[in-house]
């Protein structure tokens, strides 16, 4: 017997599965399985996948997730390593045995009177040098067809596994829903992750941030390369020539909007490489290759439009033989179509609100939930890039960290040098979502937009990335960006969407040495005479606004950044430190 098939068969005896299907990733498969959703599978009496009007969103369905159960669950997330600093004050710790006894216990029996579906699946392109085979187990068909959108599933990862014992394993049960009973355990030096209780996609899709970020970040430290919560873009000219740009913001600040953007500059285009994880490595010509691991977009369905992202809309009413999904958004009943807050048009008079309730508008409660989702499949992208398949990935010229924050952080800041690049990164802050539990508004430092995501300690991650910059022969420029800075009355400075592009054709420039930039204590920032605002009507004392740098409050900013760096004692890079003085003495 074949290492995975044991593997298979020890978890199929703790979790007492009434039956076990291999799935081949096939269209007629996912079909028959999407069928089961309909007809077997519920949560709270609700089948797992409802039709959706086949006219409008077809070959779409809606799923409605267990009430507790609508966010990641950072706060029962763990990273199980041997020792506790290797996990880092950024991580909750379990002793592995500690944790792999605990979830035995919970484990024991929660298939009973379910299926255990075997989902073999590649991150990344099969015939990439940068991708990874993996396994996941489940017992619920929400996640079997999530991971067939979200990943390449194919019987032919079975191949490529064979004998080999050092597969990517996931084993995920929803159990019974208990909040209580409700944890992700993951263990880098096993590359394996546990996860009960939870159907939410961050929580049980555990080729997304489970893999893709928390145990491959560990496995890129130790690999040399780099794991990040980044979109990938292909900015492309007038000229014709594309330069691609990887950009890390935190969930809900605008990822997927940068990533279909539909640029408003003349000549401009816009390619969709990826919207949420990069892998990155240093190529033979000593440049960063960037892969996205993934084949589908699980994106945050609240303000999505034709005005603020027409391409996924485009994408989400495309169909093909890959189904979408919507996951808590209302319904229109009338027409038995999905909604949400931000949608198209007038509100529908007859709306379910995503529990299933009548939704009354005078009770000044949101139809859909804030963190509903949509997960659909990359190849419906109009906008797809024509490098999408390649198994060497794009080329990286320019690196954006970005967040949400309304006061202080200028339009756009670029770095000095690699030091002070990643320096950029560490220092992030960004005002918290609906994407994970907790309340909204918060300023939080989340570096690179990784806090939730790094499978170890974030001092070594930031050293990591110093020293994956002296490995370049070309290194990327790199960026910090803030498309949400307010006037005194509440107002957005800055119109966003698709006039972003007017900030890209900046960083082009820079990347490509066309126009100078002026030196402040944060950083370089454009001249705004450099800004492409042709057709754009933002008054003089606006621009001047957002590129302001309030000395105080960076000030009060330095302060915060150096609480958050003393949380990691001594292992903090004294780069970092270096940095972080120089920014204070010179404001």
Known sequence: MRPLERWVEEQAKLTKPDRVYWCDGSEEEARRIIEIGIKEEKICGNPIFAPLNGMTFPNSFYHRSHPTDVAR??????????????????????????????MTKLSDGCMKGRTMYVLPYMMGHPDSPYSKACVQLTDISYVAISMRIMTRMTKKVLDKIGNNKDFVRGLHSVGDFD?????????????????????????????KKCFSLRIASYLGQ???????????????????????????????????????????LPGYKIWTVGDDIAWMNVGPDGRLWAINP??????????????????MMKTLT??????????????????NEPWWEGSDGAIPKKLTDWQGN??????????????????VSAYQCPTLSPLFENPKGVPISAILFGGKRMHLNPLIVEGTDWQNNVFLGARMGSETTAAASHKEGIVRRDPMAMLPFCGYN????????????????????????????????????????????????????????RVPAQKTPIGLIPYIKDIDLKGLNIPKEDMEELFRIDHDGWLKEAGDIGDFFKGFGGRMPREMWDELNRMKAEL
């Open 73 to 102: 669950i950072e706060h029962l997330t763990y990273v199980c390593h041997t020792d506790k600093d290797t996990a880092g004050p950024n991580n909750n710790w379990m002793d592995p045995e500690e944790a792999k006894a605990k």
């Open 179 to 207: 909040p209580k009973k409700r944890f992700i355990m993951h263990f880098p030096n096993e590359h394996f992750v546990w996860s009960i209780g939870s159907g939410y996609g961050g929580n049980a899709l555990l080729g």
């Open 222 to 264: 130790q690999e040399e390369w780099l794991a990040e919560h980044m979109v990938i873009v292909g900015a492309q000219d007038p000229s014709g020539d594309t330069t691609y740009i990887a950009a890390a913001l935190p969930s809900a600040c605008g990822k997927t909007n940068l990533a279909m953007m539909e640029s408003v």
């Open 294 to 311: 993934e084949t589908g977009f699980f994106g945050v369905a609240p303000g999505t439009s034709m005005k603020t992202n027409p391409n």
């Open 318 to 335: 495309k169909g093909t033989f890959y189904p979408t999904l919507f996951t808590n958004t209302a319904l229109d009943t009338d027409k």
């Open 358 to 375: 009548k939704w009354d508008p005078t009770k000044g409660t949101k139809a859909a939930h804030p963190n509903s989702r949509f997960t």
């Open 458 to 513: 974030m001092a070594d991650y930031f050293k990591h990335w110093l020293n994956m910059g002296k490995k370049l022969v070309y290194q990327p420029k790199v960026f910090s960006v803030n498309w949400f800075r307010i006037n005194d009355k509440g107002k957005y400075l800055w119109p966003g969407f698709g006039q972003n592009a007017r900030v890209l054709k900046w960083v082009i420039d820079r990347v490509h040495n």
